[in-house]
């Protein structure tokens, strides 16, 4: 039952570099989403697909971007990493578009320094 | 815009009962839910209203909301320490995607 999983957990990153954050279900899930969480904040959504090939901005996208060759894969590149883009990322997916059934990966926190 | 306002910090005695707040802006959301996340975990959905109810009970968790006033609470009975977490409300706004707007969370503290 491996569900959401999201690699790495833990990454520092200079100024100006690059990564990518990876994401994987084994659910089957059309719907996945990439959130960040900033200190004493709620999530905001950074991207979010319905289905592979399908990718849509959210609410914060800017420094970010994503594609989704797969059902199960659903990456999130960092372009030229800056300071505010430290965070924790979440990534989630559901199988209905309701958030009833959305499930959340443990995350990856990020310090770009 | 789409808002969703929460409380920082709730400190309630074990044993005793905790209410949890929030108001939100989008009257069109169809589902409102409640998320907790322990230290350094992901988020994990506790429960959640049809926007078309007033009250959901889950066991010790009852959720009210009040559509006129745009007011969620969630309220936990008999508080145990395994609670004390932090506890996010979301809703759906008038999306179909599952794209969720969260308030910035309410800790709840838990005193033995």
């Known amino acids: 039952n491996a569900g959401v999983t999201q690699t790495p957990k833990f990454r520092i990153l200079k100024i100006g570099q690059s990564m990518t954050l990876q994401c994987t279900q084994d659910?089957?899930?059309?719907?996945m989403y990439w959130y960040r969480q900033d200190p004493g904040m709620g999530l905001k959504l950074i991207y979010y697909?319905?289905?592979?090939?399908?990718?849509d901005k959210g609410e914060v996208p800017n420094g970010y971007n994503v594609s989704r060759s797969t059902t199960e894969d659903f990456p999130l590149r960092l372009e030229l990493a800056a300071p505010s883009q430290t965070s924790v990322y979440f990534c989630?997916?559901?199988?209905?578009?309701?958030?009833?059934?959305?499930?959340f990966g443990a995350g990856t926190r990020l310090s770009v320094l | 815009g789409e808002d969703v306002e929460q409380s920082l910090f709730l400190s309630v005695r074990e044993g005793d009962s905790s209410v949890i707040n929030c108001t939100y802006t989008?009257?069109?959301?169809?589902?409102l839910y409640w998320y907790k996340q322990e230290p350094g975990a992901g988020l994990q959905l506790l429960t959640y209203?049809?926007?078309?109810?007033d009250m959901k009970q889950d066991q010790r968790l009852t959720v009210l909301l009040n559509k006129k006033d745009k007011h969620l609470s969630l309220r936990i009975a008999d508080t145990q320490t395994g609670d004390s977490a932090i506890y996010f409300c979301?809703?759906?706004?008038?999306?179909?995607?599952?794209?969720?707007?969260f308030g910035q969370g309410t800790t709840l503290q838990v005193k033995p």
């Open positions: 989630a997916s559901s199988s209905d578009w309701t958030g009833a059934y959305q499930y």
């Open positions: 659910m089957n899930h059309n719907y």
């Open positions: 697909s319905v289905g592979a090939g399908i990718t």
């Open positions: 989008d009257s069109s959301s169809t589902y």
């Open positions: 209203i049809f926007s078309n109810m």
């Open positions: 979301a809703e759906d706004g008038s999306s179909n995607t599952g794209k969720l707007i």
